[in-house]
Nanobody, 124 residues
């Protein structure tokens, strides 16, 4: 199983980025997907999650209304659209897959597979 996260970069505050996570080696439609992030010196935290069918999503309060998680099962891809970025969004962003999730899973320990992370830097 491989989760390949991409799309990170440097952006000014107020800008947008779109992260993608391409999965291989698994039946993608059987897995709920999540995005987590880890800022320097901090623990990894939940950002957003989507159920395996895509009909249920969940967001951390800090990103609600600014970030949107989506997936295209036919392309084995999950995405995180990030708008109105703030300097405090600076972190390494990880995608993760959880087998059998019929809802959006927010707990890190539930996830079975993790991607390598992509760095997002938001300048003020």
């Amino acid at each position: 199983v491989q989760l390949q996260a991409s799309g990170g970069g440097l952006v000014q505050a107020g800008g947008s980025l779109r992260l993608s996570c391409e999965a291989s080696g698994l039946t993608f439609s059987n897995y709920g997907m999540g995005w987590f992030r880890q800022a320097p010196g901090k623990d990894r935290e939940f950002v957003a999650a989507i159920s395996r069918s895509g009909d249920t999503t969940a967001y951390a309060d800090s990103v609600k209304g600014r970030f949107t998680i989506s997936r295209v099962n036919a392309k084995n891809t999950a995405s995180l659209q990030m708008n109105s970025l703030k300097p405090e969004d600076t972190a390494v962003y990880y995608c993760a897959a959880e087998f059998g999730a019929t809802s959006a899973i927010v707990w890190e320990y539930e996830y079975d597979y993790w991607g390598q992370g992509t760095l997002v830097t938001v300048s003020s």
